[in-house]
Every structure is written in C-alpha cells, then in structure tokens.
Nanobody
C-alpha cells in the first residue's frame, strides 16, 4: 500500500518562501515519478510540478516556472517542493501524487495519478 504524507504548509506573506515535503512509503520510491498538484478554493485540482524517478527530468506548470523547484531524495523516499516568490494566487491545498510511471514523459492530468497524500494547506497573504 503506497502512502504519501505531506508537510510544510503554512501562512506566508507574498514574496516569501516555503518548502513542502512529501514522505512516501509502501514501494520502491526511486522507480517512479512524483508530482505536486494544488487545489484552490472553488477551483479544480491543477498540476504544479513533476520529477522523474531518476531525478533527471523535471516539468513545471507555466504559472510556477522560475519560482518553484521540485526535488527528491531517494534515500529518504521524500520529494520536496521549494516555493519562492510566493503570490496570493499560490494559495491552495498542495498534494503530492504518484503512479507507476517513470516520469520521463510528463503526465499532468490528475486522473493519471492513483496515489495521493492528504494535502497541506498553503496560504499566501498580500
């Protein structure tokens, strides 16, 4: 059983930074892509970033490119999302997700992911 547990959310002022973490368990972590999605109030869940299992490939939504960085530590079975220059529109619940693919080909639709964490809330004040 794959389990994902996010942490690191909170309240931050616009222009600030946060680092989210997602600890995975239940299978060989390094074989599979990990992704971050977010869902703002009243909006659909949207793709944020993806990193391949071997860490050689990362893909970002245009809205966060240049501000967010996804990384992973396969020894710790953890994926991170470093978020800089935060904006009020980044306010959302952030989820990590995974499935059984390597991540070399970007998959950005939420229906393509089978396993999800419970989410961590990020609030950016103006």
């Amino acid at each position: 059983q794959v389990q994902l547990v996010e942490s690191g959310g909170g309240l931050v002022q616009a222009g600030g930074s946060l680092r989210l973490s997602c600890a995975a368990s239940g299978r060989t972590f390094s074989s599979y892509a990990m992704a971050w999605f977010r869902q703002a109030p009243g909006k659909e869940r949207e793709f944020v970033a993806l990193i391949s299992g071997n860490t050689h490939f990362a893909h970002y939504a245009d809205s966060v490119k240049g501000r967010f960085t996804i990384s992973r530590d396969n020894a710790k079975s953890t994926v991170y999302l470093q978020m800089n220059s935060l904006k009020p529109e980044d306010t959302a619940v952030y989820y990590c997700a995974t499935n059984s693919f390597s991540g070399v080909i970007p998959r950005t639709a939420s229906f393509e992911y089978e396993y999800w964490g419970q989410g961590t809330r990020v609030t950016v004040s103006s």
